[in-house]
């Protein structure tokens, strides 16, 4: 079709030559003749051929006419050419035709634009485009070289002009003909001719030149122009960012083409430090230029061109993205100049993009990519703010990879890194955000697996998640709203916290404000809880407790209404208020007759009020039925006695106001208490609901629940229950005195449980008030607290008797029941005693057992704490069991939590009595003294919560609650609040500590001043020195977790941390605002260091090294106070500490260990160190006493002698294995500073190995076989090489060092022996890996010696097996001839090996010897 085509317009173009007058139309012909600006030929060949083969040029502004079709034209030329008579020689007449008459600026630029084609050839093909005069000689093989070469030459007379009034540059229009060429003839003398040409171009043109290049050159000539451009990359990539938007795509692909294995790294480097899409998209861009528009067309037009901007965008990610799946080179490049970038302000929002692009193009790079992420997060150099950035910028490029970011994220939630999981959860979040809605759907189903997944960390994290997406768009959780409900069905395995996060998220999307919507899941929740609540098994009691708790706290939430809101929306609320009410009256039917259920039921419903604000008509019916409640059951007035038979005499105890015998009130403590033990177990219960009596072990939670409820009404103010602060309880004696031993079992545990029952109720009592400021309230509440320290010692007595008594509960959750003892020794106990007894004792003891046995199986009238209390009531007990140390720190789960407010009582001065009778003056009217036992009291609780808050386990994953980790017994609503919220309030103690810990370091200073009297001195009890001792240390303790936190790390957290310094610094000297955190952080060190001096004991000291160390970890010049910390910890470790120290303290040994390692990993010089220590303080141990110490290192004892010798023993291995190996290309000077330091570090090994002929214990032994083939082994890589250079020039120097070593091989060879004779296989597990090492040292030193040219020199020899001392060990098989004929006298090796190596001038063979004793002692003793 194409060749008849061809003939048909081949004919009509000759008939048209030949004569036109016959064939054109009249209008045509009339048209023609009519022309006056044909160019005439004047016996040009050049325009005689060109008329012949149907162009005919104009001139003027005229535009020149081709009457062919474009192909025919240029094969009649090509043929007119080829068969001319002067062919070649015509081409090159042509060309300068074509020369002369392109001299006139009109005339070329007439030739460089598109010809006119006749109106006939036009409408018969249907062309609509026809190329310029150039562009089809250009096509014509025999003469492209010729026109490449003219073009090139004439470019250069309009590099700098401008442009024409028509708006053409004529440079540009050049160039122009060059593109998209079918063939190149010659493309390297193309591309050599392009080069030069942008070398001597405008950067207005350069850019435009380098831009069209992929479209001049063939792909073959892309790598040629990589290198050809490399001087001009570097500008290139400078005005990367100003490239036109539509040109990015072009540019970025010839740069990625271009990219070698030699410079793929340098280019990607360039590439993503220049390559900044982000201003093309700038919101505030899009914005600026709407803003600037009048017209809807024009606003629509704008839109337009944004919609074009982000195409563009997704199609320069388009062509990196094909590069990198395609071309490995590029996408390893793209990963290291990632990966080598160190600094968080180095990274970029594109780094996170490439990342996630390159984790999303292959199977093989994730790995790789997932470990340099966790790196990247763990270090801190990819953060929230990057992250955000990345998804607002280049969203619609990720979004194309949604499944591989999701599983990014999954892949990072199963990590053990809180940082890390956090990072998935952003992920998660971000997807979420910018993503569509199949892509939200898809981030909700994998939360949903992961909430669903058993793991505590992923999880909470996971749900943590669902809650800020409910926060970001409600609209679209609610569609994914089935997915979330499908884990009610996995309730049974979540933690309380956990069961409220998840019923908070249904409960939102259940009840939005939009009416009619999720009806379906309120139904769902609605029919879930109250079958939980119904339930005798008490977990799911819980969980129907928590999630009634929950909705109703959604439903009843204050709402800010608008003032022209309707009635219907009025009588909304009414119905939600009645909702309300019908189920916290559903819940308290549920759990009024379970005392355990009731007060999960208070503490949820008062974890509720002071998180959320309630609607105020539904907080005034709840606050006013608790009051009344509470009222009635627990207080009565002073004047009416207590009616009873009790086993005590009843008193009004613990009253702050001296009452007269007609007004006031008493917590009706103890006849409540005694009322509930004696009943029988087995009442009915219609006997029991008839009653309705309010059990005693509420008291606590049901007055939090009150005094929230008043707090929240009246903005914080308590003169409404203020009376509850002062007023006395029904109780009876409580310090038993010397009739404690004497007391029956029964005795001693009802007053056991009325004074854990008073210990609560009174630190409830400090929560509720602490933060009152009245002068009188803050007195009442340091009276209350003194209160809690006396019954603290109380219980310490009760229970170093009472061994397996049972407390009452003190709050609840399933934590707290997985802590109940009876659960296995205390329920086998009473089982065991049960045919033991007869009567009706043995029949209340059953019940009581069954109960504490089925407590989370049986029906909630059984769940009554009261019978559990009772089975130790009536266990008889001797009396004998003699007195024990109890800490109440295992009882945790049985204290009422204090509130993290309560702290604030720390801004009360500490007043000591010595420092009373010696600095305080007289002129203060009032104050609030705070003593030594009431802040040590609560800087222990302190210090637990923040060891438990800022310094997280692991995630660990739980088959099922059971197995779950007590960590978090007694810290639950300190888990409600955010880490940063702590830290924050602890932040705000900070001066009252400082001003704590002053006061102590004075009383301390005081005390060993000389010129204090004896009757001073006296004052200070040893119990007030041991309290303030105690405070001491919880003081360093705080401070060091506050400031170790790994959170200041994050960016959030960084004003955090600066209130913090600034606290400290303070204390030094005023500090000017804004200061830098270096200077903050030499300040509060240089306040902390002076502390040193007054420490008390050797913990204290330990702490405070550790507090300063974290200080320098917030430093980014660390090494500066590096040679501080190790002078405190030398004269921590040169001080004699009191005596008795080791035995108080059980973990002396391992605080030892710590600060040794802290001295000598911080010593300036470690070797030096140890040298000191084992050649002046080891030697004084010797020759001391047995029980005495070293004078100079009074800390090491014969005890402590392992500890020493380990840590030293391991340091000097971790010293010498971090000294790089040396290189011949050393200077002299390195060569002999490295080979003194290995002398150094062989002298102090061999000092080390020798003492386990004095210390021969089991411990030295070990430390010797372990740590002595690691500093064999560190020896052969690290000194060998050296010994390798330096053995001709430091002959003696090499001698010496391999002579010294030797010995102390032979040793460690004789260990060997020993432990194999002993047959300890402690020791003897060590021995292979050991005798491997002096192997490999024996061939390491021959090929030594070969390498010097010394071989003879080298030779071997056997050594007999010996023992410790020496003695030669006798061979258990004196048949066997071969292992005693094998021996022979190793000191005569040595000295052989010696004098060959003197006569051939090299020394080395006695280390040879050496460690071929080693060598043949493995085969002697085996």
Known sequence: MVSKRSRRDSEDKETLTEDASKTMPLSKLAKKSHDSHEVEENGSVFVRLLKTSGLTLKTGENQNQLGVDQVIFQRKLFQALRKHPAYPKVIEEFVNGLESYTEDSESLRNCLLSCERLQDEEAGMGTFYSKSLIKLLLGIDILQPAIIKMLFEKVPQFLFESESRDGINMARLIINQLKWLDRIVDGKDLTAQMMQLISVAPVNLQHDFITSLPEILGDSQHANVGKELRWIRQLVMGKLSSVRLEDLPVVVKFLLHSVTDTTSLEVISELRENLNVQHFILPSRVQASQSKLKSKGLASSSGNQENSDKDCIVLVFDVIKSAIRYEKTISEAWFKAIERIESAAGHKALDVVMLLIIYSTSTQTKKGVEKLLRNKIQSDCIQEQLLDSAFSTHYLVLKDICPSILLLAQTLFHSQDQRIILFGSLLYKYAFKFFD??????????????????????????????????????????????FVKGILDYLENMSPQQIRKIFCILSTLAFSQQPGTSNHIQDDMHLVIRKQLSSTVFKYKLIGIIGAVTMAGIMAEDRSVPSNSTQRSADVSSEQRTQVTSLLQLVHSCTEHSPWASSLYYDEFANLIQERKLAPKTLEWVGETIFNDFQDAFVVDFCAAPKGDFPFPVKALYGLEEYSTQDGIVINLLPLFYQECAKDASRVTSQESSQRSMSSLCLASHFRLLRLCVARQHDGNLDEIDGLLECPLFLPDLEPGEKLESMSAKDRSLLCSLTFLTFNWFR??????????????????????????????????????????????????????????????????????????????????????????????????????????????????????????????????????????VFSILHSGLVTKFILDTEMHTEATEVVQLGPAELLFLLEDLSQKLENVLTPPFAKRICCFKNKGRRNIGFSHLHQRSVQDIVHCVVQLLTPMCNHLENIHNFFQCLGAENLSVDDKARATAQEQHTMACCYQKLLQVLHALFAWKGFTHQSNHRLLHSALEVLSSRLKQTEQQQPLEELVSQSFNYLQNFHHSVPSFQCGLYLLRLLMALLEKSAVPNQKKEKLASLAKQLLCRAWPHGEKEKNPTFNDHLHDLLCIYLEHSDNVLKAIEEITGVGVPELVNAPKDAASSTFPTLTRHTFVIFFRVMM????????????????????????????????????????????????????????????????????????????????????????????QLNTRLLHHLCGHSKIHQDTRLTKHVPLLKKSLELLVCRVKAMLVLNNCREAFWLGTLKNRDLQGEEIISQHPSSSESTAEDSEDGMTSHVSRNRATEDGEDEASDGQKDQDSDESDDSSS
């Open 1210 to 1301: 391991a340091e000097l291995e971790k010293t010498v294995k971090g000294l790089q190996a040396g290189t011949a290309a050393d200077s002299q000077q390195v060569h002999e500073e490295k080979l003194l330091y290995w002398n150094m570090a062989v002298r102090d090994f061999s000092i080390l190995i020798n003492l386990m002929k004095v210390f021969d214990s089991y411990p030295v032994l070990h430390v010797c076989l372990k740590y002595g083939r690691r500093f064999v082994e560190a020896f052969l890589k690290q000194c060998m090489p050296l010994l390798d250079f330096s053995f001709r020039k430091h002959r003696e120097d090499v001698l010496s060092l391999l002579q010294t070593l």
């Open 764 to 901: 409830e009592v400090v929560n509720a008030f602490c933060q009152q400021t009245s002068p009188e309230m803050k007195g009442k509440v340091l009276s209350r607290l003194k209160d809690l320290v006396e019954l603290q010692e109380l219980l310490e007595k009760y229970l170093a008797v009472i061994p397996d008594y049972v407390p009452p509960f003190a709050s609840v959750d399933l934590d707290s029941l997985d802590m109940m003892p009876w659960s296995s020794s205390a329920v086998a106990a009473k089982n065991k005693n049960k045919g033991k007894t007869g009567g009706k004792k043995q029949k209340a003891d059953s019940s009581k057992a069954s109960c504490a046995d089925t407590l989370l199986t049986e029906d909630t009238s059984e769940c009554d704490m009261a019978p559990s209390g009772r089975s130790h009531i009536d266990k008889e007990s001797t009396g004998k069991e003699g007195k024990t140390f109890v800490s109440l720190q295992s009882h945790r789960a049985f204290f009422r939590e204090l509130d993290i407010e």
């Open 437 to 482: 809605t199949y892509c939200q759907q898809e981030v909700v189903g994998a939360l949903v697996t992961h909430v669903c997944s058993g793991t505590e960390a992923e999880v909470d994290t996971a749900l943590d998640v669902l809650l800020e997406l409910i926060v970001l768009n409600a609209s679209a959780m609610r569609l994914n709203a089935a």
